[in-house]
Structure formats: C-alpha cells, structure tokens
C-alpha cells in the first residue's frame, strides 16, 4: 500500500543544510499497522510528512497505493491526497467549528451537497462515539474526544492509509489506551493501513503488527513488533 524508496530529505536552514531522511526504504502492506519509533529529532514527522508530501523528498520515490507521488504534478496531487488522512498530537481542530462542522469541513471543502454531506458525518460521529457532541465546540471537549473528531474527520475523504503523527502523545494513559483502541477497531473495520509515528515504545507494543526504528535519518531495524522488542 505504501512504499517508500530511497527516501532523502534535506532541509536548510541558516545554519546550513540539515539531512533529515538519508536513504530510507520502507514497504507497508495493505491493512497493517505499522509503527516508525525513534527519539526526537530522528526524522519521524519529517518521513510521514514524505507520505503525503505535505514536505517533497529530496530524493527518492513515494508510491501509495500503487500510484508515485513523487511524480505528480500539484492537481494530482490534491487528489490523490483524498487517500491518505492524517491526525496529529495538537488535534489541529477548527476552534470556531463544531464537531459537526469539523468533521465535514474537508467534504465542504470538496464540493459535496449538505445532504451527502450528513450522509456520511452521521455514521462518522457514530463510529467515533460522538453523536451526543455535534453541535459543541472542540473547547467543549475532553482531549480524547478531540482527537475522536480528528480520526472522525480524517476518515471523512474515505482514505486508504491513515497517517497519525504522535497523535496520543498528548493523552493520559487511560485515555490513551482508549483512542489506540479504536484506531485498531476501526483498522480492521475499515482495512484500512495505519502509520502510527511515536515516540513511545508502548504505543507501538498496544496496537502494532510491524516496526521500524528510526535514527539519525536512517532505518536502524524493522521487523515485526514480537522480534523487535523481545529480547533474546
Ligand atoms: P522527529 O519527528 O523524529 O522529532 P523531525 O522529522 O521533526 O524528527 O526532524 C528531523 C531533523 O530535521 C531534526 O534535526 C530537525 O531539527 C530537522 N528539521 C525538521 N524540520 C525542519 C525544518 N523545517 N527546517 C530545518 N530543519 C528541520
Ligand atoms: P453552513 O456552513 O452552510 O452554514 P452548516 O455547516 O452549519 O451549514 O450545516 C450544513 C448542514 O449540516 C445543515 O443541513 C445542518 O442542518 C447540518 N448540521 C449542522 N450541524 C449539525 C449537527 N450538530 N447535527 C446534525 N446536523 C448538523
């Protein structure tokens, strides 16, 4: 579903330029989960921003779904972007929207007719467990029932791949634990694949099927969750 090959990203700066991906190849399989840790300023939102070209690789070649990004022009890349959702750590809500308009703020954005608009923001506040909560405010809202209007929203342009960016780092354990569970939930509902950028080693044990530790901008180890973190 995702492949990524020879991955390069350098950015400058005024210091001078600062290589951030230098060389990564990675392939994710349809309807897994897959996890890339490593520790700050390894380079793990610099690639999932590769994923969707939200930053332009350097180098190398991104394919999703069979298609390259990586060779598209800026129209074809606004739709094929449709396929790829995305929730972040801060929830990047819209403050002066509800949860309603949140949610169908990117089919709005689209085009679409208010009537199939409810059409599908019903079933995503459903799936969510948020259909008492259309009509507050994200102010209104504990932080996982933000980022259950992020997940909610990010699902709406119906995408194969699912990028979350640190998306619990801001979460209490507790809650933490409830928000992972229903990205797997909705992981097998929906086979949708899942990236699941992070920091915490927990995380990935909770939900993931493969790994990838990222260091330094390089592919350190990848492999599944079990022979990863099992110590011999
Ligand atoms: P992580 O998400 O693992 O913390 P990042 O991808 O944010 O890592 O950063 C990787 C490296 O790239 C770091 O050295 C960071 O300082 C640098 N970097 C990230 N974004 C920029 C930018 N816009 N301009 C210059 N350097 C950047
Ligand atoms: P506009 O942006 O044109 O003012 P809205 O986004 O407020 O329109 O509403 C678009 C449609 O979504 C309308 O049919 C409205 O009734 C419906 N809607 C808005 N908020 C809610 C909600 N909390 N629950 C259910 N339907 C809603």
Redesign the pocket.
Known sequence: MIKLSHIEKT???PAGP?A?LKGIDLEIARGEIFGII??????????VRCINMLERPTAGQVFVDGKELTAMDAAELRKTRKDIGMIFQHFNLLSSATVYENIAFPLKLAGMSADKIREKVEPLLKLVGLEAKASQYPSQLSGGQKQRVGIARALASEPKVLLCDEATSALDPQTTKAILELIRAINRKLQLTVVV?T?EMQVIKDICDKVAV?DQ?VIAEQGSVIDIFTNP
């Not at 490593?38 to 690639?47: E, V």
């Open positions: 950015y400058d700066s600062v951030a490593g520790l700050s300023g390894a380079g793990k939102s610099t690639l950028i920091h990222i901008g």
